[in-house]
């Protein structure tokens, strides 16, 4: 008796992800499902479609992601990665969450069943990162346990909390334990660490990291027993410095990952796609670059129905016309193509998430002729460097731009508590004006750096009046601004204003800056987060994080 399906692909030469080669493969899919990839199979299709010449792969995987960073809600990230061949992204929601706990968590969770794009859910591990930061909320152990209730749930994410894992935090653990007793599994967060820490991670649990910067540091993952994920992102431009590592033997521990990628950056270059171009132009074989890029993340996150164009996995697809160059002829996502956008409309969020006093007289910043700690941005990367520098005595630093010193501010945004750090940055080569972020993982407080105090308190005004978002200002003009409405560091409008907005602020601040291109909002928004290597500016002030203490702005005179 013959059998029939909803749909016949053939022609194509078709990935076969357990041999890592292009095959000619029928696929015959019904219900969202592939039901066979025989050539000859006793089967009928209701719908027949000739692939001659084309190459087909597995749907896109991201293995970690931030949805956040893209500035844009779940619904409208869906409609841009789609396009690019994403299927699947496995996300962790904690800078939502860092605002407004559970509640940004379940947010994200319900304005992500708008789109197609299958999102799974990593829980927040480390809400507040570390036991000192002031975020604006606190989520144990016992607050993630009910989540695992939700079938979106796949996890618990990137684990930063390193000393918690050393002096056995019971918190901590028992989340770690949570996680492994739902059947899901732990991923880590480990910039940075020798193969001694790596060890203690592995053994607590954790099996995957992202945060691999060389083809050393993804060896030594390997070697404590890791997964690891290949990073393209916005800012960490990782792939090319690690991919080295990766060899036909050890290729099934490793996939892609964009972890954080701006809206403008996933419409005009890509999402996983372009890891994956990336890989094939280093020299990878296109066969194993596509396999990296969907069975394997699929399989290192135990989404086993997924990831492999073979009978009884989704019908989730891509067709390219070029596979070396990554180009896409159409998407399918259980087993219907991706076709002209769906008209969404982001979940209604209307908490005020901007609390603070912060007035011209909290960003005086005397010094008294010591030499001063200094960060250092470096382009294209989330860490930072630490210099010294002499400047002479004075009532209040504002800059210094002949060596490019800037005054760098984070105000507390969530509590009212009237903290306001106060620091120096070198690197963005700003000759007048100021910016200010709400986005400044992971407390998300406000981050602001600029020429004048009037202009950075202008920049803190204007995205204190819109609920959140980022502005350049110039001698007490707004020259670009973008709200964020949901939480301070997402957008309730449409990607495609979004994307513009975001375009218009670049213009902006590369009008008042004589350093090459990068991403300076992403990078500042970087400058905050107290687990990455090496100095960063908190609300409370400046931290070191190789030493794990605050350090005064000046140094102490012997």
């Not at 699929?298 to 160059?325: C, K, M, T």
């Amino acid at each position: 008796m013959t059998t029939t399906v909803d749909l016949k692909l053939t022609g194509a030469q078709v990935l076969n992800v357990f041999s890592r080669q292009f095959e000619p493969l029928t696929l015959w899919i019904t219900g969202g499902q592939i039901i066979s990839n025989q050539l000859d199979a006793n089967l009928e299709a209701t719908k027949t479609i000739d692939l001659t010449g084309k190459w087909v792969v597995p749907g896109l995987i991201d293995a970690h992601v931030h949805m956040e960073s893209a500035l844009v809600s779940p619904s409208e990230f869906g409609q841009v990665v789609l396009n690019h061949g994403v299927t699947t992204i496995v996300t962790d929601p904690h800078e939502l969450a860092n605002v407004t706990g559970i509640d940004g968590i379940t947010y994200l969770i319900q304005d992500a069943r708008q789109t197609p794009l299958d999102v799974q859910f990593m829980l927040p591990s480390s809400v507040p990162c570390v036991p000192f930061d002031h975020n604006g909320a606190t989520l144990s152990a016992a607050d993630l346990a009910d989540l695992y209730a939700y079938p979106e749930v796949n996890g618990l994410a990137e684990v930063m909390d390193y000393p918690g894992i050393v002096r056995h935090d019971a918190d901590l653990l028992q989340k770690i334990q949570d996680a492994r007793r739902h059947g899901d599994h732990v991923d880590g967060h480990a910039a940075g660490y020798s193969e001694a820490m790596l060890n203690q991670l592995a053994g607590a649990g954790i099996d995957t990291d992202h945060e691999c910067v060389s083809v050393a540091e993804a060896e030594a993952r390997l070697r404590a027993g890791m997964a690891v994920f290949l990073r393209q992102g916005s800012v960490e431009n990782d792939l090319l410095n690690t991919i080295g590592a990766v060899t036909e033997a050890n290729a099934h521990r490793f996939a892609f990952c964009t972890d954080d990628k701006t809206i403008s950056d996933l419409v005009h270059e890509g999402s996983i796609d372009h890891n994956v171009r990336l890989a094939i132009q280093s020299g990878m074989r296109p066969a194993l670059a596509y396999t990296l890029a969907s069975y394997n993340a699929a399989q290192i996150h135990r989404l086993w129905n997924r990831g492999a164009l073979s009978a009884g996995y989704l019908a989730d697809l891509v067709v390219l016309d070029n596979p070396e160059a990554v180009t896409i002829n159409r998407v399918m996502k259980n087993g219907q193509w991706v076709t002209a956008e769906s008209v969404t409309k982001p979940l209604a969020f209307t908490q005020n998430t901007m609390h603070h006093h912060v007035q011209l007289a909290d960003l005086q910043l005397p010094l008294h002729g010591q030499p001063v700690h200094v960060m250092t941005i470096e382009p294209n990367h989330i860490t930072t460097g630490h210099d010294l520098a002499a400047l002479p005595k004075t009532p209040n630093f504002e800059a210094d731009l002949t060596n490019d010193l800037l005054k760098m501010v984070v105000v507390e945004r969530h509590r009212r508590l009237g903290t306001v750090g106060l620091g120096l940055v070198h690197g963005f080569q700003l000759t007048s004006g100021a910016v200010a972020t709400s986005i400044a993982h992971d407390a998300h407080n406000i981050v602001a750096f600029g020429t004048s105090d009037a202009d950075i308190l202008l920049a803190i005004q204007q995205i204190t009046a819109t609920n959140g978002g980022i502005a350049v200002v110039n001698q007490g003009q707004v020259l670009a601004s973008m709200p964020l409405a949901i939480g301070g560091i997402l957008s309730d409008q449409p990607y495609a204003t979004v994307s513009q907005q975001l375009t218009s602020l670049t213009a902006a601040y590369q009008s008042l800056s004589t350093a090459d291109p990068f991403d300076p909002f992403i990078t500042l928004s970087f400058l905050t987060l107290p687990v990455i290597p090496t100095l960063k500016l908190t609300d409370q002030g400046l931290y070191d994080v190789e030493r794990g203490q605050f350090i005064p702005l000046e140094v102490d005179e012997p």
